[in-house]
């Protein structure tokens, strides 16, 4: 079974289109959590008023902690399905390449697949200059430590059980920069290019504090672990850990609340 967990602050607007979009996706999730961190603008009682069309959990934080790792973390855990799929809730990515996210790890390739802004056949329309070379910028410095070309793009999916085990201190606003460093040498992490687009409604959640965050994240991840690389060649990797599921297809049990080549 699959698990999809979406964070949401403030998204009241993208919410239907999302929802939409994911309906469309084959194999679809069996569960649809979205982890709400205190929305003001009716994002709740959006989601609510559309728990009839699709297997939707509301998890409602009024006091969250630990930023958006920690509404993810929290989701993982309400996770009824063996596979989680983690995306944002803004449209910047694309659920229509959920299931090449999926692929690898149904095949036993790979232990964790990121939607890439960074690797052949990627691309971020739309961006102003200074975002990319912000966000570049970003990747080289996660990159000695994961080997991986864009960690900090929060689209991705893996066991999730092994979720919950590499990220027993996540914080902050890159779960799946966490996920991989904690996750250590024998994590195996491919990547699929994916076109990741601005949001068009809403507000960034993106800030100043956020980013001091990661570079102190940053910071006690290189000193913990120094340049640490992640054997990412799919031909070197050993064999899956984690059973193949005898079937996508099963109806969700969840409580409802009132490709391209690979690089």
Not at 48 to 72: K, N, W
Not at 244 to 262: E, H, I, W, Y
């Amino acid at each position: 079974m699959i698990s999809l967990v979406i964070p949401t602050l403030n998204e009241v607007e993208n919410i239907p289109l999302l929802l939409a979009r994911i309906a469309r996706c084959q194999p679809a999730p069996d569960q649809i959590i979205f982890v709400d961190d205190g929305s003001t603008d009716g994002t709740r009682e959006c989601i609510r008023s559309l728990a009839g069309s699709a297997p939707i959990q509301l998890l409602e934080r009024d006091a969250p902690s630990l930023g958006l790792a920690g509404a993810v973390i929290a989701g993982a855990h309400e996770a009824i399905g063996q596979w989680l799929v983690v995306m944002d809730a803004d449209l910047s990515h694309p659920p229509e390449k959920i299931a090449e996210l999926l692929r690898p790890l149904f095949e036993g390739k790979a232990d964790m697949v990121m939607g890439s802004r960074y690797v052949r056949g990627s691309s971020t329309p739309g961006w102003p200059i200074w975002r990319k070379m912000f966000s570049r910028a970003a990747a080289a410095l996660a990159y000695p430590l994961t080997g991986v070309h864009d960690s900090m793009g929060g689209f991705f999916a893996m066991p999730t059980r092994l979720l919950l085990e590499s990220t027993p201190a996540a914080t902050g606003f890159k779960i799946a920069f966490e996920a991989i460093v904690h996750g250590g040498r024998n994590l195996r992490v491919m990547e699929i290019p994916i076109a990741f687009r601005d949001r068009a409604r809403g507000v960034s959640k993106m800030s100043l504090g956020v980013a001091l965050l990661f570079g102190c994240r940053w910071l006690a991840a290189m000193a913990k672990t120094p340049f640490q690389r992640q054997e990412t060649a799919v031909a070197k990797l050993a064999p899956a850990r984690f059973a193949l599921p005898s079937s996508t297809a099963n109806p969700a049990k969840s409580s409802k609340v009132a490709s391209n080549a690979f690089p």
